[in-house]
């Protein structure tokens, strides 16, 4: 059975940072593409970051320069450091995984992932 299991959100300032993880289990999470994707409250769940097998990233352009996705292959485990937080930041995090190990130019598209995270909660304050 495929579990992913998100940790690491909270309240933070803007400006500060938080590191979320995402542990693996049933699952060879360096094998596939693996991404983190968020949902604010009234909107449509966003692709933040994606990782490739290979290790290659795709970013939203909204987080560029301020999040970094990384995996630790040892510990079946995914993360995303966010860094220069905003308030528009503010969502629930999930963690998602893919069938294949190429995320591709569609990387964002939600149907392209099997595996979902319970989510953990990200806010942001002014």
């Known amino acids: 059975q495929v579990q992913l299991v998100e940790s690491g959100g909270g309240s933070v300032q803007a400006g500060g940072s938080l590191r979320l993880s995402c542990a693996a289990s049933?699952?060879?999470?360096?094998?596939?593409?693996m991404g983190w994707f968020r949902q604010a409250p009234g909107k449509e769940r966003e692709g933040v970051v994606a990782?490739?097998?290979?290790?290659?990233?795709s970013y939203a352009d909204s987080v560029k320069g301020r999040f970094t996705i990384s995996k630790d292959n040892a510990k079946n485990t995914l993360y995303l450091q966010m860094n220069s937080l905003k308030p528009e930041d503010s969502a629930i995090y999930y963690c998602?995984?893919?069938?294949?190990?190429?995320?591709?130019?569609?990387?964002?598209?939600?149907?392209?992932?099997?595996?979902w995270g319970q989510g953990t909660q990200v806010t942001v304050s002014s």
């Open positions: 998602a995984a893919a069938r294949y190990g190429r995320c591709g130019s569609n990387w964002y598209v939600i149907g392209n992932y099997i595996y």
């Open positions: 049933g699952y060879t999470a360096s094998s596939y593409c």
């Open positions: 990782i490739a097998s290979v290790g290659s990233t």
